[in-house]
């Protein structure tokens, strides 16, 4: 993986300063042990902020509060084995990143794909989108989002799918499916052979999301994912 570093000196030689001096507020890190860790955490920061203002509107902004979550996401895009196990990852697994609804997950996960090179970045895909396609196209889209193209040697591409829960059952030709569902089974196979990564972005507890698709999936997503939450309004931090 492209060091994290490089990528964000492309976009950030004319952002932050390379002189060592006491970072703005917007760029502080909360925790003091960071500021002796490295820069580049206060770095990404400015980075994302700026990005995210140019992509959302000057009223985007990044909370004090959700540096240590944004510390959390920042060591996994990152690549560095180390700093992503200090923080409790897994680089073999993907994404799925729990909140409230309104904190900001889609525009967080959107905004890290800029980190990566253009082969690593991950495709973003709203749940309720693939809900609509199965219901136009039917089975072939399960395929579609868990399998590499027929006849590819590629491995499947790596995908978001942003806000699990609020698609519908996948209805066609009155065959009802849950699609999603299915579609995280399918890309289960894809980890463990190849391993394709997957995120998601949810306001689903575990309870709920073992409700709406099963134990099965539930089981699943926990080799699937790192699990980070907003603290905020999320109850259950387990799935």
Partial sequence: MQAIREII???????????????????????PEMEKQTF???RCLAFLERKGKELYGEHFR????????LEKLVA??????????????????????SGPIGCGKTSLMTLLRLFLSPQERYRVKSCREVSFEFHREGYEV??????????SLLKASAYLFDDLGTESSGRHYGNTCNVMGEVLLSRYDQFVLRGVKTHLTTNLTSSEIEKAYGSRVRSRMRE????????????DKRL
């Fill in 40 to 42: 580049d955490f206060a």
């Fill in 62 to 69: 990044l909370h004090g509060e959700d540096y240590p979550l």
């Fill in 76 to 97: 996994y895009v990152s690549g560095e084995r180390d700093r992503a196990e200090r923080q409790g990852l897994n680089l073999r697994k993907g994404i799925l990143l």
């Fill in 9 to 31: 000196g492309q976009h950030l030689q004319q952002v932050v300063p390379e002189q060592k001096t006491t970072p703005s507020p917007s760029e502080a890190v909360a925790q």
């Fill in 142 to 151: 399960i395929q579609r989002y868990s399998q590499p193209p027929p006849g």
């Fill in 224 to 235: 699937m994912f790192n699990l980070i939450c907003f603290d905020k309004g999320t109850k």
